[in-house]
Nanobody, 127 residues
Framework: QVHLVESGGGLVQAGGSLRLSCAAS????????MGWFRQAPGKEREFVAV???????IYVDSVKGRFTISRDNAKNTVYLQMNSLKPEDTAVYYC?????????????????????WGQGTQVTVSS
């Protein structure tokens, strides 16, 4: 059974940094795009970043230059390094596994195309 566990969230001041981790029990981890999404209270789940199976990265405009997504296939783990955090980054952050292996299409930013999700980790950025 596929299982994802996020960790690394917490409370930080604006301008601070956090590194989120997502450990995935996926049989062929290296063949999947892995994404980070976030959801603030009362809002829909929002795309943040994705790293494809070829390690191409895509970011939402609001985090470009501040966040870095990476993966360690040997550890079945995806990371999100978050620097220069802003209060508007406050949300529950979720990692997800894309629904297709070796995907080369254009829907990597669509949460509806992700098959599995972790439980989420809270990130709170104070002013």
């Amino acid at each position: 059974q596929v299982h994802l566990v996020e960790s690394g969230g917490g409370l930080v001041q604006a301008g601070g940094s956090l590194r989120l981790s997502c450990a995935a029990s996926v049989r062929t981890f290296s063949s999947y795009a892995m994404g980070w999404f976030r959801q603030a209270p009362g809002k829909e789940r929002e795309f943040v970043a994705v790293i494809t199976w070829t390690s191409i990265t895509i970011y939402v405009d609001s985090v470009k230059g501040r966040f870095t997504i990476s993966r360690d296939n040997a550890k079945n783990t995806v990371y999100l390094q978050m620097n220069s955090l802003k209060p508007e980054d406050t949300a529950v952050y979720y990692c997800g596994v894309h629904s297709a292996t070796y995907y080369s299409g254009s829907d990597n930013t669509d949460p509806g195309k992700y098959a599995y999700w972790g439980q989420g980790t809270q990130v709170t950025v104070s002013s």
